[in-house]
């Protein structure tokens, strides 16, 4: 006996999700369980895997062992498959382990033809029933394996209903689904050049090799891509045989769930048709009634179906999403599996199934997707108003929540019309740092440019705003103010409604709701999973709302405060540019002084919105030239302002201009040039906390302050005395006995490499995640989008390395570090406060590793939390 590739129900089980695929593990289990499951087989996805080995090809030994199962299964049933008098027909269904939207649809009714047809018709005694069937599985075998045009099929249905003039597919009779089959046969030949398949065989093959097919589409793979689903999982494919829910009045199909997916309560819910296959239901041409009044036409079987819904709840101890169809009066059961359910509706089940003693705190906590929670802390569309919308295009999903507002094309005007109390959505190519204010006053940010990473929506997400990125459909005219998307054109002003979470585009005013997370068991869940992790979780924030909405939000400190974001706004950017035209060491003093002021102002009031909590204040990173205009009327404006004639500007301007900016003159390079940037920098943030410290006497003040971008430890220790020879001074002064923390960021390779000399003179090291991954990879994040998608394609890379940190090469880096920065000092602080800092997979690696804590967006800071819960349950730290 060879390797088995193929299972019968009857021999699996529901731990053998692995081998048999999600779908394949319940129908065995429901089996094993005493249930009315129509018996089938399954064939494993190490099947489809061979597939894949041997050229996209089933290899013959598996084709024969098909063979072999189909007969075991006929004999089950008492039918043979392609017989005339009493066939066996059968419905083909992918099921890889995790569920996958994308993957290939049912097949239903495999088995008929042109004689078996005639057979079943006389076998069922109901002619419009067999040929009714037949065409749907001409039209599904079309659409599915051999990738014909499904709207085609629609069309011939409607030509023939309005020759007859009629509007529903149930009042066609038997002579017309005659005349269907035919019109489909014809239609099927005309575009494949031969006859539709006869033989039984040839079209579960077909079938077959349609589902490990479909494992490979453009929609399985970005899904994939998305949810760190590994290729090399492949799918199962189950083999069922057929009962139909299309063989008159007592006879029906539907779908449930034990308890409501929307709201969570607990009360079946769900809906059925009677006289109907599975696809009725779903594809909404019908409308079907509530399960509940299932009660009334069929109590029996009603009462059978309630028992065993609250049986495989009880057994899978999770809210269970089952298809069932009645046939002749008898129930059937055609798959069950844990229900996708909404956040709100994730949160109440599983705080309800901890009341109801069904499982415990630490296994609730694992029941909850942590990228779930990011839809219950923004606004979400109106539901009923959402039904009726029609989407206009579609980009990335970059930045959760829904947006409603009407449409601006610069950041000026964001700001002008937000002024007015109007409501406004930025619609841009791509948006730069300049933008920044016009994006903090819009509803949401649109742009034609752009991937998961981009400035748009890294920025955004750290905003908690909507983006949706990188729709290239639109074409935007700035000077004539609109934008043409599907033929129409939207002037400055038009409302439109943007879905970060779908990244769908809607031409219309769509109403929104707002978020209301400490609402329902948010908080007692969150208690939940902050009593598990041991991950501390800190946010990035660069002024005091975003730090008040973080600490809001769990966080337990800031572990990125980037001083350059408020640089950009009006009344300092001025002092900046005198500083950067600067050509003396004096001249230079005297701008930063005036900077001064502010910079301590800020970091004030951050440090009052945090209580006493951590702060760590990353010094100047950005290269200087971000701070300068680049359009020629700017360039005279700024010229005249400053008193310098604009050929002198100019010069200034191209002196800083650099060939790659990314790995230029920015960072700890900066303090190392001029060391009085440092100094202004000490100065604000010292003198800050030192004020905070006498006006709060309780709180704990610990001021820490990190060099971005060093990679060696000369270079460190250059920066840090200057740090040290200000602050000290400024601490004498005050009478105070404060402390104060120097560290550094992780994120140029050689640093991670000569940790062990670094951590003499850091205290702490933050990994830069997002620079360490440009520079490990040797990617700059805003071209790498070009030509990732070729890499995807090919299977060489699986996921955006920016968006899930890269364990193998950048993760070895890390691990790397926080080892040897241990040996060197045993109480260094280790922490990431790149955007990975948010990302489930990367949090749980965080954990492994033993950092200290993890920074995120205010809006991410509830994920990390949970995210760290459930890396500590599933991994416990010795």
């Known amino acids: 006996m060879g390797h088995k590739y193929v299972y019968q129900f009857c021999e699996g089980n529901g731990s053998m999700r692995e081998l048999l695929g999600g779908k394949g593990a319940n129908l065995a289990e429901m089996t094993g369980l005493g249930m009315p499951v129509p018996q089938g087989f399954t064939v494993t996805t190490e099947a489809c895997t061979r597939y894949y080995d041997d050229g996209r090809t089933i290899a013959p030994e598996i084709q024969a062992e098909i063979l072999e199962y189909l007969a075991k299964l006929e004999e089950t049933t008492g039918k043979k498959f392609g017989d005339a008098s009493n066939p066996l027909l059968v419905s083909v269904r992918s099921g890889a382990r995790a569920s996958m939207p994308g993957m290939m649809d049912t097949i239903l009714n495999l088995g008929l033809n042109d004689m078996v047809v005639e057979g079943f018709a006389r076998f069922t005694n109901n002619p419009r029933f067999a040929y009714d069937s037949y065409r749907r599985f001409i039209q599904m075998f079309s659409d599915v394996v051999m990738e014909l045009s499904k709207k085609r099929f629609e069309e011939i249905i409607d030509d023939v209903k309005a020759k007859k003039g009629v509007k529903q597919d149930v009042e066609l009779d038997t002579e017309d689904m005659k005349e269907l089959v035919r019109l489909f046969k014809e239609f099927y030949k005309k575009e494949k050049g031969e006859d539709f398949p006869q033989d039984p065989h040839t079209q579960l093959m077909e079938a077959v090799k349609a589902v490990f097919r479909s494992w490979d589409n453009p929609r399985a793979n970005v899904y994939r891509r998305m949810n760190e689903i590994p290729y090399d999982w492949g799918t199962a494919v189950n083999v069922q045989s057929m009962v139909f829910g299309n063989s008159g009045d007592n006879s029906g199909t539907g779908v449930a769930f034990t308890r409501n997916p929307a709201t969570g309560e607990k009360a079946l819910f769900g809906e059925?048709?009677?006289?109907?296959?599975?696809?009725?239901?779903?594809?909404?041409?019908?409308?079907?009634?509530?399960?509940?009044?299932?009660?009334?036409?069929?109590?029996?079987?009603?009462?059978?179906?309630?028992?065993?819904?609250?049986?495989?709840?009880?057994?899978?101890?999770?809210?269970?999403?089952?298809?069932?169809?009645?046939?002749?009066?008898?129930?059937?059961?055609?798959?069950?599996?844990?229900?996708?359910?909404?956040?709100?509706?994730?949160?109440?089940?599983?705080?309800?199934?901890?009341?109801?003693?069904?499982?415990?705190?630490?296994?609730?906590?694992?029941?909850?997707?942590?990228?779930?929670?990011?839809?219950?802390?923004?606004?979400?569309?109106?539901?009923?108003?959402?039904?009726?919308?029609?989407?206009?295009?579609?980009?990335?999903?970059?930045?959760?929540?829904?947006?409603?507002?009407?449409?601006?094309?610069?950041?000026?005007?964001?700001?002008?019309?937000?002024?007015?109390?109007?409501?406004?959505?930025?619609?841009?190519?791509e948006t730069s740092p300049e933008d920044i204010e016009g994006m903090q006053v819009s509803q949401g940010i649109l742009t034609v440019r752009g991937g998961m990473t981009s400035h748009a929506a890294v920025v955004a997400r750290g905003m908690g705003t909507c983006c949706v990125s990188g729709c290239g459909e639109i074409v935007v005219d700035y000077a004539a103010k609109c934008f043409t998307l599907a033929g129409r054109t939207y002037q400055e002003g038009d409302w439109i409604s943007i879905d970060g979470s779908t990244g769908n585009i809607y031409g219309e005013a769509i109403p929104t709701v707002p978020a209301d997370p400490s609402s329902g068991p948010f908080g007692r869940f969150m208690a939940w999973a902050d009593q598990y992790r041991q991950l501390k979780v800190y946010t990035n924030a660069d002024n005091p709302r975003d730090a008040a909405q973080g600490y809001a939000f769990g966080a337990e400190g800031i572990g990125l405060c980037r001083t350059e974001h408020m640089f950009f706004e009006s009344d300092r950017i001025k002092a900046i540019r005198e500083m950067i035209v600067s050509?003396?060491?004096?001249?230079?003093?005297?701008?930063?002084?005036?900077?001064?002021?502010?910079?301590?102002?800020?970091?004030?009031?951050?440090?009052?919105?945090?209580?006493?909590?951590?702060?760590?204040?990353?010094?100047?990173?950005p290269p200087l030239h971000e701070f300068l205009p680049t359009k020629e009327e700017d360039i005279a404006e700024l010229a005249d302002e400053m008193g310098i004639s604009v050929e002198k500007l100019h010069n200034v301007i191209d002196s800083l201009h650099e060939f790659n900016p990314m790995m230029g003159h920015r960072g700890c390079r900066l303090a190392v040039s001029y060391p009085e940037i440092a100094e202004m920098q000490t100065t604000a943030i010292i003198s800050a906390a030192i004020n905070v410290q006498k006006k709060h006497p309780d709180w704990n003040m610990l001021p820490e302050l990190m060099i971005p971008l060093v990679g060696d430890a000369k270079e460190l220790k250059f920066v840090k005395d200057v740090i040290i020879a200000t602050a000290d001074k400024l601490i004498a002064a005050s009478g105070l006995d404060m402390k104060y923390e120097v560290g550094t960021m992780i994120e140029i390779p050689r640093a991670a490499l000569t940790a062990d000399e670094i951590a003499k003179e850091a205290q702490f090291f933050s990994f830069g995640t997002n620079d360490l991954t440009q520079m490990t990879f040797g990617f700059s994040r805003d071209d790498a989008g070009k030509f990732l998608s070729y890499y995807y394609d090919q299977k060489i890379y699986e996921s955006d390395p920016f968006a899930h940190l890269d364990q193998n090469g950048v993760g070895k880096l890390v691990e790397m570090a926080a080892r040897m920065g241990r040996a060197t000092r045993p109480d260094i602080h280790l922490g990431v406060c790149g955007e990975h800092g948010g990302d489930p997979t990367s949090v749980e690696f965080c954990h492994k590793v033993g950092l200290d804590y993890v920074s995120c967006s205010p809006y991410r800071v509830p994920i990390a939390r949970l995210a760290a819960a459930q890396a500590a349950i599933k991994n416990p730290r010795a």
């Not at 296959?277 to 059978?304: C, F």
């Not at 001249?587 to 909590?613: N, V, W």
């Open 583 to 621: 050509d003396n060491v004096d001249d230079r003093k005297k701008a930063l002084a005036k900077i001064m002021p502010y910079q301590q102002g800020d970091f004030e009031g951050i440090y009052e919105a945090m209580q006493g909590h951590p702060v760590i204040i990353r010094f100047l990173d």
């Open 272 to 429: 059925y048709l009677i006289n109907a296959q599975g696809e009725d239901v779903v594809a909404g041409v019908r409308t079907p009634s509530p399960i509940s009044k299932l009660h009334e036409e069929m109590p029996a079987v009603y009462d059978q179906f309630a028992a065993i819904a609250d049986k495989l709840e009880k057994h899978y101890k999770d809210m269970q999403d089952m298809e069932f169809t009645i046939e002749n009066g008898k129930l059937y059961m055609l798959q069950t599996r844990n229900g996708k359910r909404t956040a709100a509706a994730a949160l109440k089940v599983a705080v309800d199934l901890v009341d109801e003693g069904m499982i415990s705190e630490k296994e609730a906590v694992l029941r909850v997707e942590p990228k779930q929670l990011d839809s219950l802390l923004h606004p979400q569309f109106d539901a009923a108003a959402l039904k009726k919308a029609q989407a206009v295009g579609k980009g990335l999903a970059a930045s959760p929540g829904a947006a409603c507002g009407r449409v601006v094309f610069t950041a000026e005007e964001a700001k002008e019309w937000h002024a007015r109390g109007e409501k406004v959505i930025l619609v841009r190519l």
